[in-house]
């Protein structure tokens, strides 16, 4: 792109008059806190601002450019998509949305066993995956199931359901009341554990507590669990072993729905197509977004096990979901969809993060001795530094030092994150999460530049 012609000054004073930016402070006086940095293109693991800086992604956008920047072939498939046919509603068929069923299927490990409703954002798919539990549970003749268990520190979306199922309270404070007949549980956190962290080993207490809430709510009152394989904003926690595979059983002995949110740990980030594939359960529902395009262009999924969509069979009046978005399962959208699905075939790109996975741990090395760092959590190319004032007393580290990390690390050329916003006091784990591309230097790049952040506090 052409970086010479564009009026960066203009473009900064126009943003900060027009544009009201996610998750943005306001200072009094003056629209931003800091102009933010206007990114104007990007090639591989790589962006670039309008002052001609590049940055590595570490965080593929929001989680999301799995792929990385600059994918032609993206842009030929939506192209081509929209030229032929560039819009129609789902209430009819269209051949892309067919297409995409399939292969979603397939990376579901059974073509035939999940039909998928589209909608265009991780929050609209969580709010599909609430409406037909409820709606699956009431044809089934049990009407009374209404409730949904999900975890302390998870996020499951913005919508008034999907922030009601997240369990994160800054997230939701001064908005609230939200959707009613959600419920919170612990997170598996062995670092933190309310249950475990002061023993030698897991107890899987975090799993037995789901079970626990569903008896005391009654479990002819709950509808479903959703969980993501690995809490990733919250702070990646990665569940012990067992504990995905305790909440499915819990959830069928129970007659409760089990629905995984795999809306950043799906297309490839853990190291495998999706995160719950580590642990061999299957879910009733998965939910889906980000990565199935590489955020190329809007589109989300919802995947229903066969056995749940036949319940929607019926010539009942009310028997059908009634649920429609105008733009869900976009033609070009699913066209770029399965054309980035091909891609990450060909690449090998799931397996590839767990590799490059365990060689950014590598290279991390013995990071874990330092002063202020308390634990490194990873599974595939998703990871989470937690940074603490002391080891020992494992005292959160203040939000001026993990912020100090973050600003250390851009001014050396590398985009990081942080669980901002999340739960009071424990905002403190920087996290990684880059394009599945990326490179053996680049990653050798990460790691010094976050030790060089991390050594200079
Ligand atoms: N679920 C998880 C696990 C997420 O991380 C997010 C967004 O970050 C969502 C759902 C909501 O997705 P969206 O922002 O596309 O609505």
Redesign the pocket.
Known sequence: MDTENLNTEGLAEKDGRYVWHALSRLNPGSQQTSPPMMVVEGSGAWISDTEGNRYLDGMSG??CVNVGYGREELARAAYEQLQKLPYYPLTMAHAPAAELGEKLGEWLGGADDYVFFYSN??????EVAFKVSRQYHEQNGEGGRWKFVSRYR?????SFG?LAATGQAQRKHRYEPLAPGFLHVAPPDRYRCAYCSDRPACNMECARSIGRTIAWELPETVAGVIM?PII??GGVLVPPEGYVQSVAEICRENGVLFIM?E??CGFGRTGKRFGHQHYGVRPDIV?M??GITSAYLPL?ATAVRREVFEKFKGTEEYAHFRHVNTFGGNPAACALALRNLQIMDDENLPERSARMGDRLRQELGALEEHPNVGEIRYKGLLFGIELVEDRESREPATPEKVGKVIAGCKERGLIVGKNGDTVAGFNNVVTLAPPLVVSEDDLAFVARTLKESIESL
Not at 121 to 126: D, F, P, V
């Open positions: 929001l989680w954002s991780g929050s609209e798919a969580n998870a996020y499951h979306g913005n999907s993501e990733t904003g949110d809306v950043i939910t977004a980000k989300s």
